[in-house]
């Protein structure tokens, strides 16, 4: 399993796993910078929110508001919002689930958290 039959490099092997650590803490603050975008309504409500799910922006259409039915205002509001999330953690897939493989894959290592 290892090369020449002999105990693995711990050395390496925990500089390896530190630089996954590294790579991952990294990718996570991209996401929280990217933003991205859903809609509903056929864009009569837009939603903008961050990789990581925060809630930055809400565009709505005047179009779309109706004093006697702000019901469906909420509804287009939320599907917005929901179209937005699933865009962001499409992106965290992207982004993180080469990763997050990685790291789940399992060093081998117990007691390590990856």
């Known amino acids: 399993m290892f090369p020449g039959g002999g105990q693995p490099n711990m050395q390496q092997l ?9 790579d991952l803490a990294a ?6 910078r990217t933003e991205v975008d859903g809609q509903a309504g056929g864009g009569l409500v837009k939603a903008t929110v961050t990789g990581s799910g925060e809630l930055r922006a809400l565009v ?7 004093p006697e039915d702000t019901e ?3 509804d287009l509001v939320v599907a ?5 999330n699933e865009n962001a953690q499409a ?11 990685g790291l789940g894959g399992g060093s081998g290592i117990p007691g ?3």
Request: proline fraction near 7%; charged fraction near 15%; hydrophobic fraction near 50%.
């Open 60 to 66: 709505i259409d005047p179009k779309a508001v109706d």
């Open 14 to 22: 925990l500089q390896q796993a530190q630089k996954m650590q590294q």
């Open 72 to 74: 469906t205002l909420a």
């Open 27 to 32: 990718a996570q603050e991209e996401l929280a």
């Open 80 to 84: 917005a919002v929901q179209a937005a």
């Open 112 to 114: 390590l958290p990856f």
């Open 91 to 101: 992106l965290q897939q992207q982004k993180l689930g080469p990763l997050a493989q």
